[in-house]
């Protein structure tokens, strides 16, 4: 038996077609061909487009990044522009700059929130407490991957430790005077909770926006004892004020008093020393002569006491022998 080769152009090959038209390949199959050749380097420049430009990312100075490889997170925190490995790493940009939000009212409105502001004081007081809470990211990373909503959690927080706090104090204190110092302890309170959590969040300040009873006549009681204790806080300083102007006069004065009394001291000081003088003086002139200065010692006061006296010396004969008279008459 014989067997014959077969191809797909027939047993000799190639055969003429029976119309007998043109054997040359059709010229559709190489325009596609073409197509497809440029359609891919199309495709292929959009590819390398898409790489090149989702190769880098820029930080501004406000702001750090994340860059996470293979769900691997890395901060970056210089600012500028930086390179990452396309469609691999994926890049997270965080706000560093200074956050806020209110607690008991809506910023825009003012309008108040009763369930978020109404709380109880140590004294079952009722009062209305408006807070306002700033903070800031200080960990990007724990900002992102340590909890679902960090700002939630602070808020949470806030108000925790705020109606615990209020509950300690009186509603005197809360609505008058000791607003600084509830403050200060509300903020202590939910720094130390954050260093514990680790959430990559810093409070940086919470303040008492506004703070009154829930009812207009309460408010108004209150608002009067507020201006009573500013009325007193006035008389206080004016009283203190008064205090400061006059005590240095009265110094003044208790000085230039002592340095008189010391200048009279002195001075009788020396005028009785003077006195002891002359009477030892006198002494020893009378321990000579003691008659004649007995004699002398009583003309002499009995000049002091009659001024006009005039006094006649006589001997025993009745003959005068001096006449004395007062100097102030000549």
């Not at 501004?60 to 925190?77: D, H, L, M, S």
């Not at 500028?80 to 009212?105: N, S």
């Not at 001024?307 to 022998?321: A, S």
């Amino acid at each position: 038996m014989r067997f014959e080769r077969f191809s797909m152009h027939g047993p000799r090959g190639p055969q003429p077609p029976a119309d007998g038209g043109d054997m040359r390949p059709a010229r559709g199959g190489g325009f596609l061909k073409k197509l497809m050749g440029r359609t891919g380097i199309v495709l292929l420049v959009l590819v390398l487009a898409l790489c090149v430009l989702n190769a880098f990312y820029s930080i501004n100075e406000q702001e750090n990044a994340v860059v996470v490889t293979f769900g691997v997170p890395t901060p970056v925190t210089t600012s500028g522009l930086h390179f990452k490995i396309p469609f691999i790493q994926q890049v997270r940009k965080v706000d560093m700059t200074i956050h806020g939000f209110a607690i008991g009212y809506v910023p825009e409105t003012q309008e108040g929130i009763p369930d978020e502001s109404l709380m109880i004081t140590s004294d079952y007081n009722f009062v209305n407490v408006d807070f306002f809470v700033e903070y800031r990211v200080t960990d990007p990373v724990r900002y992102l991957y340590a909890s679902r909503e960090p700002e939630l959690i602070l808020k949470t927080l806030a108000q925790s430790y705020i109606r615990d706090t209020i509950g300690l104090y009186p509603v005197d204190d809360v609505i008058t005077t000791g607003k600084n110092q509830i403050q200060s302890e509300i903020k202590d309170k939910i720094i130390a909770r954050l260093e514990a959590e680790d959430i990559g969040l810093q409070l940086v300040n919470i303040t008492i926006q506004d703070a009154e009873p829930p009812t207009a006549e309460v408010l108004a009681a209150f608002k009067e004892v507020e201006t009573a204790k500013q009325s007193a806080d006035t008389a206080v300083n004016n009283a203190n004020k008064y205090r400061s102007e006059q005590i240095p006069a009265a110094e003044a004065q208790a000085d230039q008093i002592l340095q008189n009394a010391q200048a009279q001291k002195e001075a009788r000081i020396n005028e009785a020393m003077g006195q002891v003088a002359r009477f030892e003086a006198m002494y020893e002139e009378y321990a000579r002569y003691p008659l004649i200065t007995k004699q002398r010692m009583y003309y002499e006061a009995m000049e002091e006491l009659l001024p006009g006296l005039r006094v006649i010396i006589q001997d025993e004969n009745g003959n005068t022998l001096n006449v004395l008279n007062n100097p102030d008459e000549g």
